[in-house]
Nanobody, 115 residues
């Protein structure tokens, strides 16, 4: 069982930056890690992923603006978000998924980007 706690969300003006953190209760070194966003009234969408070998992938909307990284020694995953837009607004969730039986979520952190 892995518990995930996100932090770093908040209110920011368009064009600003935020850095989200996700701290795990145990080792994440064997887990691919993901950040998802759920906008009001919409489904939860994948924003960025990082493999156990540090290979990163991004949704088209995040490409060039967001950077996902991990520090296994600190059991932490980060999402650096730059050039934020109002459409980036939503609750951001951290996810550790190894398989269908090892699939863990945090409680989410709210990001609000004002225009």
């Amino acid at each position: 069982q892995v518990q995930l706690v996100e932090s770093g969300g908040g209110l920011v003006q368009a064009g600003g930056s935020l850095r989200l953190s996700c701290i795990a209760s145990g080792s994440i070194s064997s887990y691919p890690m993901n950040w998802y966003r759920q906008a009001p009234g919409k489904q939860r969408d994948l924003v960025a992923s990082i493999s156990t070998s540090d290979s990163a992938h991004y949704a088209d909307s995040a490409m060039g603006r967001f950077t996902i990284s991990r520090d296994n020694a600190k059991n932490t995953v980060y999402l650096q978000m730059n050039s934020l837009k109002p459409e980036d607004t939503g609750v951001y969730y951290c996810n550790a998924r190894l398989n269908q039986w090892s699939d863990y979520w945090g409680q989410g952190t709210q990001v609000t980007v004002s225009s």
